[in-house]
């Protein structure tokens, strides 16, 4: 178990457009905010969400067209070989209600409501544990 203090509570919209895991990681490396809480609502198109099959070891990707309700992202933030990465899962939902949810790998954004808490504390380095996974030890 880890223990944090939290620093601070940081909420934005991410700009029209932008991918967001790419938005995202940039925020958090020009912020030096190595430890935090992700959650995201709003809006995306095109996402891409990952399906973590633990027999091939590797993400299936699920590529979906067109517009989602963002309707839950939650993640968090942590090192991966010394730099600091998201790790956001996402519930997304379509015109009918149908929901889908995986390891976010990429979406543009339409609309993201982001709050992230930075934390202080111990530094939580990811290790690699197979091809594909990088685990908190
Ligand atoms: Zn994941």
């Known amino acids: 178990m880890y223990v944090y ?40 198109y095109d996402p891409v969400i990952g399906y973590y099959d633990h027999v091939k070891d590797q993400y299936i990707e699920v590529k979906l067209k067109g517009h989602y309700e963002l309707v839950s992202g939650i993640g968090n933030i942590s090192l991966r070989e010394g730099k600091p990465i998201p790790h956001i899962h996402v519930v997304l939902g379509g015109r009918n209600g149908e929901t889908y949810g995986g390891h976010l790998l990429s979406a543009k954004v339409f609309v993201a409501e ?21 685990l908190w030890p």
């Open 5 to 44: 203090d939290v620093d601070k509570v940081y909420l934005f919209n991410v700009p029209r457009d932008k991918e967001l895991i790419e938005y995202i990681t940039e925020f958090i490396v020009n912020n030096g905010i190595k430890t935090g809480l992700i959650m995201i609502i709003g809006a995306v």
């Open 114 to 134: 982001t709050m992230i808490t930075s934390l202080t504390g111990p530094v939580l380095e990811r290790e690699r544990v197979t091809n594909t996974l990088w």
